[in-house]
């Protein structure tokens, strides 16, 4: 398949094109430092460009078969502004303008989605981010909300703990107050699961919650 990855220069980024090279995709990513990505592959094309930019993303939207956002915001408490959830908007309007429909992206359990059952993490989570983090979970709300509105055919993974610890296999994923979904996941695992709904449709426009 032919895909396009927001995001390529972070950590869950970078391990997600890596894992889509690895299964024979042609990828393309938007960069705004192509040094950072510090990958070569001949399957791999480097669009330098903003997310601000619409005509870079639809440049590296064209011809996509599926785009996974990578996305997510600063947690440094001076962060301003509505970057990622701007961003997030160009990327939504350049996948409609090129007839891309497949979005992969990320989130927090601090959104719920209309299939979770209550739990506590709707209660904690979103006072805690609130505390601690305001213009990150104003951003993912937003960023949320860009996709989640429109007509594309979304799966949104949300995330809690990301850590660096290598990868297991072992993925639970479902609904709050249904599933048994905890809270840490390794970044190669959620690298690995964004990177298995291209081809899995249990969560199509849905958003769920993933742990190892």
Known sequence: MRITVFGATGGIGRLVVQRLLYDGHQVTALVRTPAKLALTHSHLTVVTGQLSDRQAVEQAVGGADAVISALGPSLKRSTTGTRVTDGTRTIVQAMEAQKVTRFIGLATPSLADPQDKPHWKHKVLPVAAGLMF???????????????????????????????????????????????????????????????????????????AISN
């Open 134 to 208: 305001p213009n990150a979970l104003a951003e993912l709300k937003g960023m949320t909300e860009a996709v989640t509105t429109s007509h594309l055919d979304y799966t949104i993974a949300r995330i809690t703990n990301p850590t660096d610890k290598p990868a297991t296999g072992r993925i639970r994923s479902g609904f709050l107050g249904h599933d048994k979904v905890a809270s840490a996941m390794s970044r190669a695992d959620i690298a690995a699961f964004l990177v298995a709904q291209l081809t899995d449709d249990r969560y199509r426009r849905a958003m769920p």
